[in-house]
């Protein structure tokens, strides 16, 4: 693949990189109504195609935040088209690398020394490269390693590329006013944190050691005196991402297994330690040989405050969701409806929330849940067409919700997704045993 030697750092620079996306995309959009005259029943599949690619073309070369929407938007299988989806997941472990001179300059940067300087072996070829940085193998006292490397400029990018977005992320869920900042601000803290290497290491060793008592659930080692705030060192941890696995798997055993660690995981992260793990995307596990699932990334944390914790919850029970006066309380302690909502608004985002948690939330109304079970996801699909083209909702405010919604649901999405790939049959609450 070939490797990047630059990356465009100033607000400018990646403003122009989007116009000239913007550009493609008009000329896909005149090229497919001017073929659209002349046949009128031409699908989008092939302008889907053709958007999709330029699109991610012009986001992977400014990496970074930029490319991380892509990321995120690659596990919203019931919203996007296929094509899109496909063409974003390529972000979860496959972009263009740094070459070489720009690898070496990084590390004189930030450890004053050079990779060959510091361990006894170090490929100057990447393994992996997705949206923030990439993983180089090393060897130091026979030990194999993985070496994280932060790309330059992407976290005095984050604000700019942010402020790109917020015009058509607002026209997009209809932001209305002033506190629809708190959102953006939500993303933008987060997507520094992921920047800053150091937080990540100690991140990594907390959570690590604290979800140590969960079986067939792997971590690698980190290690702090070789890392620094743009680089990670840890060991190289041998399996194929979990995408790859669920792709030829027809072992069940194996992916109740795999499936199981991966939500005592996330249920012992959100009920115990009010910390998660808000990035589930495939790229950040790997299964192993003997089928022990590995996580490899710990940047996006997302710490649950009480006063969000509680009544999310309580609303995961279906008593809750079904008693009128208890449903509307939590509903506006979740900020979902807001006193100045008028009796229109009431009724239908109260209508909207009850149908969607009633339908999220069932994984948690059984001692066992099925992931593989068609139906239950082909509802969320359903449902996600529905108020996809509700000519109602798009003149309502967007503003919904407490700003811990965002990480929050993006968690349960990509686990669901992730669980729903392994096909895995899980105990709902086969975590607690692992809490003291």
Known sequence: MKTIDYIPTNKLQRASQLVKTGVKVGGNYAKYYGKKAFNSDLTREELDEENAGDIYDGLKSLKGS??????????EKNILPKAYVEKFSLSQFSVPPLSAPLVRKTFKKYLDKYPEEIFDTFATQSINAASI???HKATLDGKNLAVKIQYPGVADSISSDLALVKPIASRMFNLKGKDKEKYFQE?????????????????????????????????????????????????????EHLSEFTAHNTDQVAADKIGQALWDF??????????????????????DSDKNLIAIDF???????????VPYFELAEPKNINDPKIFNDKMFELEILREDDSPEELK???????????????????????????????????????????????????????????????????????MHDLGAKIVVNNYKQYID
């Not at 990540?200 to 060793?205: D, G, K």
């Not at 940047?299 to 914790?309: D, L, S």
């Not at 929330?353 to 969320?380: A, C, Q, R, V, Y």
Request: glycine share 4%; net charge negative.
């Open 187 to 239: 993303v933008e803290d987060k997507l520094l944190e992921e920047t800053d290497y150091i937080l990540e290491v100690r991140q990594s060793l907390e959570i690590t050691a604290q979800c140590s008592v969960i079986p067939n659930l792997k971590f690698p080692k980190y290690y702090p005196e070789l890392s620094s705030e743009r680089i990670i060192t840890m060991d190289w941890m041998i399996g």
């Open 133 to 135: 940085g990439q993983v």
């Open 348 to 418: 239908f985002f109260s209508e909207l929330f009850h149908e969607m948690l009633s339908l999220f939330t069932k994984p948690f109304h059984h001692d066992t849940f099925d992931f593989n079970d068609e139906t239950f996801f082909s509802h969320i699909a359903d449902l996600s067409e529905k108020y996809s083209k509700d000519t109602q909702l798009r003149k309502m405010n967007g503003n919904r919700g407490s700003k811990h919604f965002l990480y929050i649901n993006r968690t349960f999405f990509g686990l669901y997704n992730l």
């Open 266 to 287: 996330y249920m012992y992260q959100m009920h115990f330690l009010k910390a998660v793990h808000a990035d589930p995307h495939p790229g950040n596990f790997l299964v």
């Open 299 to 309: 940047g996006c944390i997302k710490n649950v405050p009480e006063e969000f914790y």
């Open 66 to 75: 930029a490319l991380k929407v892509a990321q995120m938007l690659s596990m």
